[in-house]
């Protein structure tokens, strides 16, 4: 019997249960096609196995932020239908049923859309899923090879296991909203003029005020630190503490500004009386300002989340497309193995901290070592770990090959070096780029090349010398943007540069950053060196930082074969007299940077894209629900109006202009917020290359977009058609 | 207060009929209903529920449409009237008061009021000395600022007959309006309502069950059954003795079968 009375209220509420069921069957199917992401690598034959592991581990943290994206949307779906069934759950009581067989009804109600939304969720996911397969085949740019209908027991029982916690607790806040609502409330829950929780506007206005001026402060503050990121360690705490005094501004400030728009708004429009007291206008503005009042805590968290959405996917795609398009100079030649020379400061820390008796074995390096033959015989192969593997052999694959040493541009003794960013900045009256502030790019200084190293990788490059006379230099830098536009002016405005008492004028007016790699590497490897004449270097007698050994592979030689036969895993120490000058550094071939720079590509591009259109649409669709909900509510003052002798096409822009502050303000906060932090992060992207926001980034916000101008449009097109079925009189033909 | 020179009809409804529902299940609500009002009048409609008054009303004020017959306000005959024009009608030439004040609840008072004016775009000042003017005339200035929430019934009830008023509008119609109200708010409204009629000589079309309100008005029409079963005019009579006619008539029609009132 409570079941058929059951069954027979959803079917017969189904207008109401449409946005319930559709909000679930949402978020079910967007739970589910999530989960299966681990699962689509692996058919999209991705088969890198450090990839799956760090995408399941961020996705299981992922999974969480979603379920509670998801719980969000669902308690609010659930207020939206209960608020409608108020009344039906009263003449329940009224005929004589008791609470506990009403809430019984209501229990089963939920069971019901339940059910069907989750069976809807995961039939709709398992075919996302699939779809999504080719999608992730595309973003990691891999072939499909084996493509079969799969199903993931894994996110179907974590998708369950979720709805069944989301179940219990929509139930629990039911059955206390029953428990305490006095029946008189229930019956009358239409009919009684609505208390409106007004705020004294004056308050409102100084909230609002206060509001813009925290988040105007917040983002002076922003643009003038920059994130905390680029810190060094003395640095790094302080900034830190800096950034999340601007995170909580920004934060408190967004909700602040919502909570006191309603006054505001009211306050404006009465002032500009020949508006208000104009058509609907006053209607439209107090109708804004009674739902305002209920609505500023979803609409901050709509513009936080928009905010997020936002710039996560804009930031992440466009790094990804900085490091794609860079990839090229980045990655010079088919190989390159790094060697660090230990400095006076790692010794000091050996001694300190780590053994004493192993810093006895290491040395300064007072001239640097030749890699290519002391790579020769030292490593142990890939594919046997023990000792007695294999020795790599260099000379085996080696074709052409460049030996760049960096030096460090410190004078014996000296605790400054002689060149610097900061040093050039102050030299021609200009900023330091804003990303290098606060970090140690200042006090490091630039590397010292010889010329000589330099003109032969320019030469494997099929580039010709530049020539470096000995009172010249030439400033090269890999990582574009900023800081490569930094040194071009320096030498282009003529400016000279000290280094142990020589003064050097530059030799050229610009640098050209194709060849101005010292190793392969994902973001840039040289931040800045002072190339000179090779007699000048000796004479200054600097201290080695780093030597990288550039190698090209032999002519004809099948690169996949190459890369395999110089793996290893650990190189033997390099001694000299017995004594150690530094330690092995970064090994990078060049196919793995692509493959790798694909991958990462991809999985930047992926979490963006669907965090962000998870976000998009939850957002939407809260908005939707409440937009939906107030027109039903708002029924009656609808007819009222149509009653006095409103046209429908002045109800209709009412309707129009409310939803339309309710869809665009959040999002114009939304995009403030955005446009504010992808101007600090540009700048800091910009040390390692232009970043652009075009191609791929505009087309996915504006899918973006127009997911949620759709959104937009079916709530209005939905109200309209509800505002017609509440003033509809019955025109007999 | 009656006199002759007044006798300028504002309402000419002529063989007005309402049928309900398709073949073979038909509820003819009016049948072949006439009669006229006059200007400066204040006419009751009284009948059983079910006996059609408030089809008439709705027909009248252009809520409903009539299936045949002629609706005549002012000379126009609004039953020809298309969708946009009936707006404007209704905007221009009736004023509403519904048993619930049916107010809306985000706007005060004062803006309640004003509602009609902006949706006609009436000038800013003179909405605020119309709305003062017609506050004052109902006794409910000291409310302008509060929200419907904050008022009693019989406040609520005013502010929509001022709502009703404020336009200036050929012909008030009111649908119970002191069904919601207790004995001593809907005393107060009937007066004020009398008072606009006497003084304003505002025409008023109110529909009731109830006689002691029927008692305030000057021509009662009684309606039963979808057609017009008599009419009883207070000519000079006291309300008190126009209230026992009033009862007497109920009581026949109560008498021969129908609903109970």
Not at chain 1, 140 to 160: D, E, G, M, P, Y
Not at chain 1, 231 to 260: C, H, P, R, Y
Not at chain 1, 287 to 309: E, H, W
Request: charged share 15%; hydrophobic share 45%.
């Amino acid at each position: 019997m409570l079941c058929k009375l059951a069954w027979g209220n959803v079917r017969r509420a189904g207008r109401d249960y449409l946005v319930y069921l559709l909000t679930l069957t949402l978020g079910v199917t967007v739970f589910y096609a999530f989960n299966t992401i681990s699962m689509q690598v692996d058919i999209a034959g991705i088969d890198e196995e450090g990839l799956a592991q760090v995408m399941g581990s961020m996705l299981g943290d992922l999974t969480y932020f979603l379920a509670g994206v998801m719980a969000f949307l669902m308690v609010y779906a659930n207020n939206f239908i209960m608020k409608r069934r108020k009344k039906e759950f009263g003449l329940y009581q009224v005929l004589g049923m008791g609470r506990g067989r009403v809430a019984t009804i209501m229990a089963l109600e939920t069971v019901i859309v339940s059910v069907v939304a989750f069976v809807a969720g995961i039939v709709l996911g398992m075919g996302l899923s699939q779809l999504m397969t080719f999608f992730t085949a595309s973003l990691f740019k891999t072939q499909i090879a084996n493509f079969h209908f799969f199903f993931s027991v894994h996110a179907f029982n974590l998708t369950l296991a979720c709805m069944l916690v989301m179940f219990v607790l929509t139930l629990l806040l039911n059955l206390r909203a029953v428990r305490r609502t006095k029946l008189i409330e229930l019956m009358g829950a239409e009919r009684r003029n609505e208390s409106i929780k007004t705020r004294n506007p004056w308050i409102a206005i100084a909230i609002f005020a206060v509001g813009v001026v925290l988040v105007g402060v917040a983002y002076y503050r922003l643009l003038r630190d920059g994130f905390p990121l680029t810190a060094t360690d003395s640095k790094l705490q302080e900034a830190m503490n800096q950034f999340g005094i601007t995170t909580a501004m920004v934060t408190v400030g967004t909700f602040a500004l919502f909570w006191g728009l309603s006054g505001m708004l009211i306050k404006l429009l009465q002032s500009l009386r020949s508006v208000y007291w104009r058509g609907l206008n006053m209607f439209t503005v107090r109708q804004l300002a009674a739902k305002v009042n209920t609505v500023c805590f979803s609409m901050g968290v709509i513009a936080m989340l928009l905010f997020l959405a936002i710039t996560s996917v804009t930031c992440g795609m466009s790094i990804a497309n900085v490091m794609n398009e860079n990839l090229e100079r980045y990655n010079p030649v088919d190989v390159s193995q790094t060697y660090v020379y230990y400095t006076p400061d790692t010794l000091d820390y050996y001694k300190e901290y780590v053994n004493p008796s192993e810093a006895d074995r290491m040395v300064l390096a007072d001239t640097t070592v030749d890699l290519y033959s002391a790579w020769h015989g030292k490593g142990k192969s890939a594919d046997n770990n023990d000792e007695t593997g294999k020795k790599v052999n260099i000379a085996d694959v080696a074709g052409e090959h460049v030996q760049i040493d960096s030096y460090l541009s410190y004078p014996f003794g000296g605790s400054n070096p002689s060149v610097s960013a900061g040093e050039m900045c102050k030299t021609m009256g200009e900023k330091l780029p804003k990303a290098l502030g606060g970090s140690n790019a200042d006090t490091m200084g630039l590397f010292v090349t010889p010329a000589s190293q330099y003109n032969k990788l320019r030469q494997m490059m099929g580039e010709e010398p530049v020539s470096i006379g000995r009172d010249q230099y030439l400033l090269t830098c890999d990582m574009g943007g900023g800081l490569g536009d930094l040194y071009t002016k320096y030498m282009a405005g003529g400016h000279t540069l000290t280094l142990g008492g020589h003064e050097l004028k530059p030799a050229t007016d610009k640098s050209d950053k194709d060849t101005a790699a010292i190793a392969n590497s994902a973001m840039g490897s040289n931040p800045g060196t002072v190339v000179v004449a090779d007699e000048l270097l000796s004479q200054l007698n600097l201290q080695p930082y780093s030597s990288s050994l550039l190698v090209n592979y032999k002519q004809g030689m099948d690169t996949t074969e190459a890369d395999e036969s110089i793996k290893y895993t650990l190189l033997d120490n390099l001694l000299v007299d017995g004594k150690e000058p530094g330690s092995w550094g970064i090994f990078i071939t060049r196919s793995e940077m692509y493959t790798q720079a694909a991958q990462m590509n991809g999985m930047i591009s992926y979490l963006a894209i669907y965090i962000g259109f998870v976000l998009v649409v939850a957002c939407a669709a809260i908005l939707s629900i409440q937009q939906l909900s107030n027109v039903a509510d708002g029924s009656r003052s609808y007819r009222v109006l149509a009653q006095i002798g409103c046209e429908d096409r002045q109800i209709r822009h009412s309707v129009m202009a409310q939803q339309a502050v309710f869809f665009l303000f959040p999002l114009a906060v939304g995009l403030a917020h955005s446009f504010v932090a992808l101007k600090v992060i540009i700048e800091l992207v910009s040390i390692f290359g232009n970043m652009s926001i075009g191609g791929t980034v505009g087309l996915t916000c504006a899918i973006f977009l127009a997911a949620y101008g759709g959104y937009f449009l079916v709530t209005y097109l939905m109200s309209a058609g509800m505002v017609q079925a509440a003033i509809a009189t019955r025109y007999s033909e | 207060m009656q006199t002759t020179h007044m006798a300028t009809p504002v309402l000419e409804v002529a063989h007005l009929e309402k049928v309900y529902g398709a073949l073979g299940n038909v509820t003819r609500a009016l049948n072949d209903v006439s009669f006229t009002v006059n200007r400066g009048e204040f006419v009751g409609i009284m009948g059983a529920s079910g006996s059609g008054k408030s089809t008439l009303l709705n027909c009248v004020s252009t809520i409903d449409s009539a299936t045949s017959g002629t609706i005549r306000i002012n000379g126009q005959n609004v039953t020809r009237m298309k969708q946009a024009k009936l707006s404007q009608f209704r905007r221009e030439e009736l004023g509403f008061i519904f048993q619930d004040s049916n107010l809306l609840d985000t706007l005060t008072a004062r803006e309640n009021i004003a509602l009609p004016l902006t949706i006609a775009r009436t000038n800013s000042a003179e909405i605020s000395t119309r709305v003062q003017d017609v506050a004052a005339r109902l006794s409910i200035s000291q409310v302008l600022d509060k929200y419907p929430y904050q008022m009693s019934g019989g406040q609520q009830q005013r502010v929509a007959a001022a709502r009703a008023l404020v336009t200036d509008p050929t012909m008030i119609m009111a649908d119970e309006p002191t069904g919601a109200l207790d004995s001593k708010s809907a005393r107060l409204l009937l007066e004020s309502l009398e008072a606009l009629n006497r003084r304003l000589r505002a025409t008023v079309l109110m529909v009731t069950h109830d006689s002691f309100a029927a008692s305030y008005t000057s021509r009662v029409l009684f309606i039963r059954d979808g057609k017009i079963f008599t009419e009883l005019r207070r000519g000079d009579t006291d309300r008190r003795e126009f209230f026992d006619r009033i009862m007497e008539v109920v009581a026949m029609m109560g008498g021969e079968g129908s609903d109970a009132l």
